[in-house]
């Protein structure tokens, strides 16, 4: 009875602290210069796609890589990207997105959705970069998670590849398209 007791407290503790989880998320994507709406929700969907060859005229393409290699959870997490303070897009499990950007420094961000479990970490990053025309900027979001008999801690990085790196694991992983919730 009493073991009852303790589990339906710890479930019932995990259940309310959800919303919190939620909230603090979107409050940190909202302080980083690259994100946007942090009530912004995306639907999204993965399949086998072709890159583009090369960029737009004038402009640069970005590549966003979601390795979720380190990510020993379910469900793994749905990331937002943003550039500029608008979100572009979102990704999805071991996935990849791309966009054109004009020459100039841009702010990147990437945020989870949604607090996906409970425990320590980051659930956003930042970063920025200068893009010239007609070059090609690969940038790797990484979702970790791991468990301890202590804790559970999560982290999520946003670093730029090398050329040859991303070009690696775009043709490993799939291309995600999504789109806003309504």
Same mark, same amino acid.
């Given at each position: 009875?009493? &073991?009852? #007791?303790?589990?339906?407290?710890? !479930? /019932?503790? @995990?259940?309310? =602290?959800?919303? @919190?989880? @939620?909230?603090?998320?979107? %409050? %940190?994507?909202?302080? @980083?210069?690259?994100?946007?709406?942090?009530?912004?929700?995306?639907?999204? +969907?993965?399949?086998?796609?072709?890159?583009?060859?090369?960029a737009e005229a004038g402009?640069?393409? *970005?590549?966003?890589?979601?390795?979720?290699?380190?990510?020993? $959870?379910?469900?793994?997490?749905?990331? &937002?990207?943003?550039?500029?303070?608008?979100?572009?897009? %979102? /990704?999805?499990?071991?996935?990849?997105?791309?966009? =054109?950007?004009?020459?100039?420094?841009?702010?990147?961000?990437?945020?989870? +959705?949604?607090?996906?479990?409970?425990?320590?970490?980051?659930?956003?990053?930042?970063?920025?970069?200068?893009?010239? %025309?007609?070059?090609?900027?690969? #940038?790797? *979001?990484?979702? /970790?998670? !791991?468990?301890?008999?202590?804790?559970?801690?999560?982290? *999520? /990085?946003?670093?730029?590849?090398? =050329?040859?790196e991303g070009q690696l694991? *775009?043709?490993?992983?799939?291309? $995600?398209?999504? &789109?806003?919730?309504?």
């Open positions: 009875m009493a &073991r009852t #007791f303790c589990n339906l407290v710890v !479930f /019932t503790i @995990a259940l309310l =602290s959800i919303p @919190a989880l @939620a909230q603090d998320t979107a %409050a %940190a994507a909202a302080g @980083a210069p690259g994100c946007g709406d942090p009530d912004a929700k995306y639907q999204v +969907q993965t399949a086998a796609g072709q890159p583009p060859a090369q402009k640069a393409l *970005v590549y966003f890589i979601e390795n979720d290699s380190n990510f020993s $959870s379910f469900p793994k997490p749905t990331t &937002r990207i943003g550039v500029d303070g608008q979100w572009v897009g %979102a /990704t999805h499990g071991n996935s990849y997105l791309y966009f =054109s950007v004009d020459p100039g420094v841009h702010h990147l961000c990437t945020s989870w +959705q949604m607090g996906v479990i409970l425990g320590k970490g980051r659930q956003s990053a930042a970063a920025h970069f200068k893009a010239e %025309a007609g070059g090609v900027y690969y #940038f790797q *979001v990484k979702n /970790t998670f !791991f468990n301890s008999s202590y804790s559970a801690n999560l982290d *999520v /990085t946003l670093a730029p590849l090398d =050329s040859d694991l *775009v043709g490993k992983y799939e291309l $995600s398209t999504s &789109r806003v919730k309504k």
